[in-house]
């Protein structure tokens, strides 16, 4: 696939280095051209202007930190619509750091505001609640990335890349669900900070098969 990746940054080197390893083409852009290089030269991608980074594009990951969003959107021409029937993979985690309360305003979730800023694009809210070293480093088993967006071709796509890094996908439903995905990152951001491990957090409850009625009970 050819991706087109909107930031240089920590993470977008590490998924552009783990994508160009999986055998994608990858496009990557940021604000400052320095910098771009740098990424593009660490990753493996081919360094791209911001206008020029979602052309052609079989999905685009926005990977910069909640503040570049809107900056950065605009840059590659988003609100003209240069985005509009792309899968859109949202990693961002609006959060206060060591806190882990989302900045977000109440109620919306950063993918929908994002979605307002790219009409048209499938926007899937995927692949912020692991640290860039998942995807750089062998993992000891498969990480389970949940994910949600409204467009099922652009779930299936996404899914493969998450596959591709070695990933399991796990839809949990449309986009209207990010905001609860966004508030496990903040849940998992606390408790690190306070220097627990966020899975001794989480109880190990059965899984009921897909579509089963049956749902565990906690
Ligand atoms: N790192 C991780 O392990 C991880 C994991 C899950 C999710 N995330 C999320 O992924 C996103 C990127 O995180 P990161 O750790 O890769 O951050 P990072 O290494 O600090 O890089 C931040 C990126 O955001 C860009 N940026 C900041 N302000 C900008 C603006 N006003 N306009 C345009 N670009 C701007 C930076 O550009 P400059 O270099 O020009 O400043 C840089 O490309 C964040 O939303 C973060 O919450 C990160």
Not at 40 to 57: D, N, T, W, Y
Not at 144 to 169: K, W, Y
Request: negative net charge; proline residues 9%; aromatic residues 2%.
């Amino acid at each position: 696939m050819r991706i087109g990746i909107l930031g240089t940054g920590t993470l977008a080197t590490a998924l552009a280095a783990a994508w160009t390893r999986a055998g994608h083409d990858i496009g990557i852009g940021g604000r400052s051209a320095e910098r771009t290089q740098a990424a593009a030269k660490a990753s493996g991608a081919q360094p791209r202007p911001l206008p020029e980074v979602a052309v052609g594009a079989d999905a685009v990951l926005l990977c910069v930190h909640w503040e570049g969003v809107a900056d950065i959107l605009t840059a590659a021409g988003a609100p003209a619509g240069s985005l509009a029937g792309i899968p859109l993979v949202d990693p961002t985690n609006a959060v206060e750091h060591g806190v882990g309360v989302l900045r977000a305003e109440p109620g919306r979730a950063t993918a929908q505001h994002i979605a307002a800023l790219a009409p048209g694009a499938h926007v899937v809210k995927a692949l912020h609640l692991f640290p860039s070293t998942q995807w750089t480093t062998p993992a000891p088993s498969p990480a389970t990335v949940a994910m949600c967006g409204d467009d099922p071709r652009a779930l299936e796509i996404v899914g493969s890349l998450v596959r591709d890094l070695g990933g399991v996908p796990a839809v949990v439903g449309g986009l209207d669900r990010a905001r609860q995905l966004e508030e496990v990152a903040g849940f998992v951001i606390a408790l690190a900070f306070a220097g627990v491990d966020p899975q001794s957090a989480i109880p190990a409850v059965p899984s009921s098969p897909p579509g089963g009625a049956t749902a565990p009970s906690t």
